[in-house]
């Protein structure tokens, strides 16, 4: 495991925990509620959800396996985790439980769980095929592992965010990341990492998600509010009014006829299930 690469993400995600999925761009939620339909989760099940974040998969599997079920979700930024656990307390929420972990190893209980989710977390791993044989011995037998990676997107997309590459170094450029090479590239590729991990029944579906800006200022702020504030911080701070100006003049220029930014992204779901 690489342990430099797990903290640079873990440094990321405690940075923008208190904006993430909370900038008035519905994204984070409704890509894991996805996952979760998917994943048909059933009342009285146990749910683990990898890379919780703000809750956007676990609040969605508690709610659905209650009220006998039960449902955790684990992350290793501080930050999320205290949000998580805030918020778990205000709902007022039983059989939830919230906890800071890695999730390429977690200190979890072997066959403990029904179900497994994890939304948009894979593919910042450091070794992504072990994460998902130790997520595989969490399961029952028979249980169901669901993951969402990212697919194709708006080609304009690409656009913005190669303003960004001459300031980034090789670990941003990862192909895992970025979707154009290597095991997350495609659909067929995401199900041979599953069935090398000992899953059977792999298949993905799969959905266009569209984010609306209402200006590049909007645009920014949700930039700043995820992973993408890796790629702001790459940047050196004398450049980045620079760069800021650039990208606001792009994005200008995507304005659609209503005056907002419309970008598509396709989220692939694969399921799985360990061997009975």
Same mark, same amino acid.
């Given at each position: +495991?690489? !342990? *430099?690469?797990? =903290?640079? %993400? @873990?440094?990321?995600?405690?940075?923008?925990? /208190?904006?993430?999925d909370k900038v008035d761009v519905p994204?984070?939620?409704?890509?894991?509620?996805?996952?979760?339909?998917?994943?048909?989760?059933?009342?009285?099940?146990?749910?683990?959800?990898?890379?919780?974040?703000?809750?956007?998969?676990?609040?969605?599997?508690?709610?659905?396996?209650?009220?006998?079920?039960?449902?955790?979700?684990?992350?290793?930024?501080?930050? +999320?985790? !205290? *949000?998580?656990? =805030?918020? %778990? @307390?205000?709902?007022?929420?039983?059989?939830? /439980?919230?906890?800071?972990?890695?999730?390429?190893?977690?200190?979890?209980?072997?066959?403990?769980?029904?179900?497994?989710?994890?939304?948009?977390?894979?593919?910042?791993?450091?070794?992504?095929?072990?994460?998902?044989?130790?997520?595989?011995?969490?399961?029952?037998?028979?249980?169901?592992?669901?993951i969402a990676t990212f697919g194709a997107?708006?080609?304009?997309?690409?656009?913005?965010? *190669?303003?960004?590459?001459?300031?980034?170094?090789?670990?941003?450029?990862?192909?895992?990341?970025?979707?154009?090479?290597?095991?997350?590239?495609?659909?067929?590729?995401?199900?041979?990492?599953?069935?090398?991990?000992?899953?059977?029944?792999?298949?993905?579906?799969?959905?266009?998600v569209q984010a609306v800006f209402t200006?590049?200022?909007?645009?920014?702020?949700?930039?700043?509010?995820?992973?993408?504030?890796?790629?702001?911080?790459?940047?050196?701070?004398?450049?980045? *009014?620079?760069?800021?100006?650039?990208?606001?003049?792009?994005?200008?220029?995507?304005?659609?006829?209503?005056?907002?930014?419309?970008?598509?992204?396709?989220?692939?779901?694969?399921?799985?299930?360990?061997?009975?």
């Amino acid at each position: +495991m690489d !342990a *430099a690469a797990s =903290a640079r %993400v @873990a440094a990321v995600f405690d940075r923008v925990a /208190d904006t993430y999925d909370k900038v008035d761009v519905p994204w984070f939620t409704p890509i894991a509620q996805g996952l979760v339909r998917a994943l048909a989760p059933r009342p009285g099940e146990r749910a683990l959800d990898v890379g919780c974040g703000r809750g956007a998969a676990l609040f969605p599997l508690a709610e659905a396996v209650a009220p006998t079920g039960s449902a955790t979700g684990i992350d290793l930024a501080p930050g +999320m985790v !205290a *949000a998580t656990r =805030a918020e %778990v @307390a205000r709902r007022g929420l039983t059989g939830v /439980d919230v906890h800071l972990m890695d999730a390429t190893a977690p200190d979890l209980p072997a066959g403990g769980y029904h179900l497994v989710a994890s939304s948009l977390v894979v593919f910042f791993l450091p070794d992504p095929a072990a994460a998902l044989r130790a997520w595989r011995e969490l399961l029952v037998p028979g249980g169901r592992l669901g993951i969402a990676t990212f697919g194709a997107r708006d080609p304009r997309w690409e656009a913005l965010d *190669a303003l960004f590459r001459p300031y980034l170094p090789p670990q941003l450029l990862d192909a895992r990341t970025s979707g154009t090479a290597g095991p997350f590239a495609s659909d067929a590729g995401v199900e041979e990492l599953l069935t090398a991990a000992g899953y059977q029944r792999v298949r993905t579906t799969g959905v266009d998600v569209q984010a609306v800006f209402t200006d590049p200022d909007h645009w920014y702020a949700f930039s700043m509010s995820h992973g993408q504030r890796a790629m702001w911080d790459a940047v050196p701070e004398d450049e980045r *009014a620079t760069l800021r100006a650039a990208t606001t003049d792009f994005a200008e220029g995507l304005r659609g006829d209503d005056g907002t930014i419309r970008l598509t992204q396709r989220v692939r779901y694969t399921l799985a299930e360990r061997p009975a």
